[in-house]
C-alpha cells in the first residue's frame, strides 16, 4: 500500500493513495492551516468507524439483516502529553430496518473489533474501546 502526501498551503495537505482518490487533510489556522478541511486525528475516527462499519453491515447482511440506515458516533479523549493518542473511544452503532437481532449486532460488532477491523486493531493499542448499539 502507498500513499503520497502533497503540501497545498501551509500546514494544508492533500493525499493520493493506490485507489486514486484524493484527501485533503487540514489543520486550525493557528496552527498554519487553513481550518478547510478534516484533521488527522478526526481521519483516524472516521477510519476507525467506517472500517468497523463495514464489517458490521458485511456480517448483518449474511445473517440476513435487512439495515435500510445505519449511523455511528464516536466520541473520543485523547492523551494530554505528546503523542496526544487516543485513550478512550466510545463507538455507538444505531441500526434501522428489518430482522436485526440484538445477539446478531452483538456478534457483528465483537467480529469487527477483536477480528476484522484493523484500524481498530491499531486504535486499540493505546485506547480502551467501548461500544453501545440502538436499534430504531
Same mark, same amino acid.
Given at each position: ?6 503540501q ?45 462499519? @463495514? +464489517?458490521?453491515? $458485511? ?5 440476513? &439483516? ?7 458516533? /464516536?466520541e ?32 457483528a @460488532? +465483537?467480529?469487527? $473489533? ?5 484500524? &481498530? ?7 480502551? /474501546? ?7
Amino acid at each position: 500500500m502507498k500513499t503520497r502526501i502533497q503540501q497545498i498551503e501551509g500546514s494544508s495537505f492533500a493525499a493520493l493513495s493506490d485507489s486514486n482518490h484524493w484527501a485533503v487533510l487540514d489543520t486550525s489556522a493557528k496552527d498554519n492551516g487553513s481550518d478547510g478541511s478534516t484533521g488527522p486525528m478526526e481521519m483516524v475516527l472516521n477510519a476507525l468507524g467506517s472500517c468497523a462499519g @463495514i +464489517d458490521i453491515l $458485511l456480517i448483518l447482511e449474511k445473517m440476513r &439483516a435487512t439495515v435500510t440506515d445505519f449511523q455511528i458516533n /464516536i466520541e473520543a479523549e485523547r492523551a494530554d502529553e505528546h503523542p496526544r493518542v487516543f485513550t478512550k473511544v466510545h463507538l455507538e452503532f444505531v441500526f434501522r430496518g428489518e430482522g436485526i437481532k440484538e445477539r446478531d449486532v452483538e456478534k457483528a @460488532i +465483537d467480529l469487527s $473489533l477483536s477480528k476484522y477491523c484493523s484500524v &481498530a486493531g491499531m486504535v486499540g493499542q493505546t485506547a480502551d /474501546i467501548r461500544t453501545s448499539f440502538k436499534i430504531d
